[in-house]
């Protein structure tokens, strides 16, 4: 089985998705080949020059741009962001703190808190169950 798993390979789609970057932004060499688990490890464990400075400066994938922004993918589609930014585009717009992003960074809140308040009551709900048994 582990000689099967070492010989799994990716589109470079997948692979730059694990690796947090914008696949038209990576080498051509990455682009057009396909990329094994081996290299993928590889690759994080030992970023290349390319990956440090994409994971440093961008341009970031929507993940990424809304992960730092502390919204949701949605939220920057609503705030009419579609294309990957640059790092200091990211900074740019916290510094700017547009309406758009400040309404989606309270909506993102609030989903949070809501999540922590339903996981809570799961777990007062298993706990009175486990106290039953």
């Known amino acids: 089985?582990?000689?099967?798993?070492?010989?799994?390979?990716?589109?470079?789609?997948?692979?730059?998705?694990?690796?947090?970057?914008?696949?038209?932004?990576?080498?051509?060499?990455?682009?057009?080949?396909?990329?094994?688990?081996?290299?993928?490890?590889?690759?994080?464990?030992?970023?290349?020059?390319w990956l440090s400075e994409l994971r440093r400066n961008g341009p970031h994938p929507r993940p990424v741009v809304a992960a730092k922004l502390g919204v949701s993918i949605a939220g920057l589609a609503r705030g009419g962001v579609t294309e990957a930014l640059t790092t200091e585009q990211i900074e740019a717009l916290k510094q700017e703190r547009p309406e758009w992003l400040e309404k989606e960074r309270g909506t993102q809140a609030e989903v949070r808190k809501e999540g922590a308040r339903v996981k809570q009551l799961k777990k007062e709900k298993q706990e009175r169950a486990a106290g039953r048994d």
């Open 1 to 49: 089985m582990s000689s099967q798993q070492s010989t799994q390979t990716m589109k470079p789609a997948t692979a730059a998705k694990k690796l947090g970057v914008y696949l038209p932004a990576t080498p051509a060499s990455f682009q057009e080949g396909v990329i094994s688990r081996a290299e993928l490890n590889e690759l994080q464990a030992n970023p290349p020059e």
